[in-house]
């Protein structure tokens, strides 16, 4: 395939890390392999309730759990070194880093770009992040993986607010995206807005080629450092990085028109943020601000991405909407699914406008200056004013072209902001079987049985016959809830794969139709055996797609 114009292979940007320099790049990892810097051996270092406060972005707790170990086991001074460069921001000696680092020294790292003198000090710090990432093993021993994974330093590391074109590291919503996608062997995938290339890691154990793109000259730089430094363990050949990995300079899907994937994934710029007349593109934050009015950039992704899916690809995003006042939420997302693409959203949040100010604002930093705050929150309000916006919601988006011309699509809209199971991709991709299943076949013909994980619970005011409430709760994948009526629970307590759904129907419907007619019409005592064959049998199929029933012959699970 002839290299796109939008192709980048520079290795040596300015401020961000060099990937030009193989024999550097071997030696660091042989470096960190060898001292344990993975994220369990990490974890063993500072304990459990240190771990849990660098999560948080707290550093203080690390800071004495590295030192505690380091005055415990001289063992630790190695690992802990490292510890205190990338992960807590504090400067090191060059002995230090020569004694803990050997195979590269401290030379090395200042060659490479991820560290860089303290002004009249002798101490070197951390011109970017450098941390320990990884993923389990699947069920059958496959796709585990242990990575390095660089980026610039985050808001807790470094004082000001962050620079404009700051690529950022692994956060809350890349790895929800990454727990969200549904993983299937691809031969083509493309990232889009890849960022530091965490998507793009994981698509590689699963896919042949992988494009990785993105607006930022920075961002792709980082993401191929990450891709060369982690080579080995994400089974690419660092003299053959295109036969596997193709890097993309350009706006959304622009390096990619005229192409189809089988699988796109994408965790957009999707923060909304005012825009102002005469604003430049340096005055935004490349990773999270798409340039354009209101939820625009998601608007215009879902609009837009089944243009480069391959018949039956898919294409997973993560996306903020404007919740206009007096409408429903799902109402704007609603117009932007096209009426030939299946589509499926899930909001997981909501908040007021004053709340997505605050979060964003402290994301960058930009609370330090009391003045620059309270223009900068002004600004979201008013903006938010101007378009009638009372709320923005939070949310993941699943889109297919069909495998087929004139297939019918399939849309689904809904609002889960409880906890879910994580990874929650596998459950997804079940959901789906599951519904192409029911469009395949005929719930009244099949046996069906109870899912394992399905509970039900009944409550009743104290002395009353039945139940005035009938509960089934799903103990896995997206934990729903079902509210049954008397006839449904019944139709449910039947399902032990014996019968099928047809005539555990027509049971229900002789027991519950007593006063039928000989033409089994049910008009004597008003019940309409025809209407409650069909409901019943309705709210069965929505239970099937629901994962709280599976076919006895099994399509999936949620």
Same mark, same amino acid.
């Given at each position: 395939m002839p290299k796109s114009p939008y192709e980048f292979t520079g290795g040596n940007t300015p401020d961000a890390p060099r990937s030009d320099l193989p024999d550097l790049l071997t030696a660091l990892a042989a470096d960190l392999r060898r001292l344990d810097y993975t994220p369990d051996g990490v974890a063993r270092l500072l304990g459990a309730a240190a771990s849990a406060a660098l999560n948080r972005d707290q550093i203080i707790p690390a800071l004495l759990a590295v030192d505690r170990a380091a005055r415990q086991d001289e063992g630790n001074e190695a690992l802990a070194a490292v510890v205190r460069l990338w992960l807590l921001a504090e400067p090191q000696a060059k002995e230090t880093l020569d004694a803990a680092l050997p195979g590269i020294g401290a030379k090395g790292l200042l060659e490479l770009g991820l560290v860089e003198p303290v002004p009249a000090s002798g101490l070197l710090t951390a011109k970017a992040d450098l941390r320990p990432y990884g993923w389990e093993p699947n069920e059958d021993g496959s796709g585990g993986a242990e990575l390095w994974v660089a980026s610039d330093l985050a808001a807790h590391q470094q004082a000001g607010v962050l620079r404009h074109d700051h690529v950022l590291g692994i956060g809350q919503a890349s790895t929800t995206l990454v727990q969200t996608t549904v993983r299937r062997h691809t031969e083509r995938a493309l990232d889009l807005g890849t960022g530091c290339g965490i998507q793009s890691f994981h698509l590689l154990h699963h896919c042949e080629h992988v494009t990785a793109t993105d607006i930022s000259e920075r961002a792709l730089a980082y993401t191929r450092f990450n891709i060369l430094l982690n080579a080995g363990a994400l089974s690419v050949d660092p003299d053959r990085l295109e036969d596997r990995v193709s890097l993309r300079l350009g706006s959304l899907l622009e390096p990619v028109a005229g192409e189809e994937f089988g699988l796109v994934v994408s965790n957009p710029p999707f923060v909304i943020t005012p825009r102002s007349a005469g604003e430049d593109a340096a005055d935004q934050f490349t990773y999270r601000d798409g340039g354009l009015p209101g939820d625009e950039i998601v608007s215009s992704l879902v609009r837009a991405l089944p243009s480069v899916l391959a018949p039956a690809g898919t294409a997973q995003l993560?996306?903020? @909407?404007?919740?206009?006042?007096?409408?429903? /939420? &799902?109402?704007?997302?609603? !117009? /932007?699914?096209?009426?030939? +693409?299946?589509? @499926?959203?899930?909001?997981?949040?909501? *908040?007021?406008?004053?709340?997505?100010?605050? +979060? /964003?604002?402290? =994301?960058?930093?930009?609370?330090?200056?009391?003045?620059?705050?309270?223009?900068?929150?002004?600004?979201?309000?008013?903006?938010?004013? !101007? %378009?009638? *916006?009372?709320?923005?919601?939070?949310?993941?988006? @699943?889109?297919?072209?069909?495998?087929?011309?004139?297939?019918?699509?399939?849309? %689904?809209?809904?609002?889960? +902001?409880?906890?879910?199971?994580?990874?929650?991709?596998?459950?997804?991709?079940?959901? *789906?079987?599951?519904? =192409? @299943?029911?469009?395949?076949?005929?719930?009244?013909? +099949?046996?069906?049985?109870?899912?394992? =994980?399905?509970?039900?619970?009944?409550?009743?005011?104290?002395?009353?016959? &039945?139940?005035?409430?009938?509960?089934?709760?799903?103990?896995?994948?997206?934990?729903?809830t079902n509210l049954l009526s008397t006839e449904l629970a019944g139709f449910v307590s039947a399902c032990d794969g014996d019968l099928t759904a047809g005539q555990i129907a027509g049971a229900l419907e002789a027991l519950l139709g007593g006063g039928l007619t000989s033409s089994g019409t049910g008009q004597e005592d008003g019940f309409d055996a025809g209407s409650f064959r069909g409901g019943l049998l309705t709210e069965v199929a929505n239970l099937v797609r629901d994962g709280f029933l599976i076919p006895a012959v099994e399509p999936g699970r949620d």
């Open positions: 993560l996306g903020n @909407w404007e919740v206009m006042a007096g409408m429903s /939420w &799902h109402e704007r997302p609603q !117009s /932007w699914a096209s009426s030939d +693409t299946d589509a @499926w959203f899930i909001q997981r949040e909501q *908040v007021g406008p004053e709340q997505y100010a605050e +979060t /964003w604002l402290q =994301d960058a930093s930009e609370g330090r200056d009391r003045e620059h705050y309270r223009d900068a929150y002004a600004a979201y309000l008013a903006d938010f004013e !101007s %378009r009638n *916006v009372e709320g923005i919601g939070f949310g993941m988006v @699943w889109l297919r072209r069909p495998a087929a011309p004139g297939q019918a699509p399939f849309t %689904r809209f809904e609002e889960i +902001t409880y906890p879910i199971e994580q990874p929650i991709g596998p459950h997804l991709g079940a959901a *789906v079987e599951r519904i =192409d @299943w029911l469009a395949a076949h005929s719930v009244e013909d +099949t046996h069906l049985l109870v899912a394992e =994980d399905v509970t039900e619970e009944r409550h009743q005011r104290p002395g009353a016959e &039945h139940p005035g409430v009938i509960l089934l709760r799903q103990g896995a994948g997206l934990r729903r």
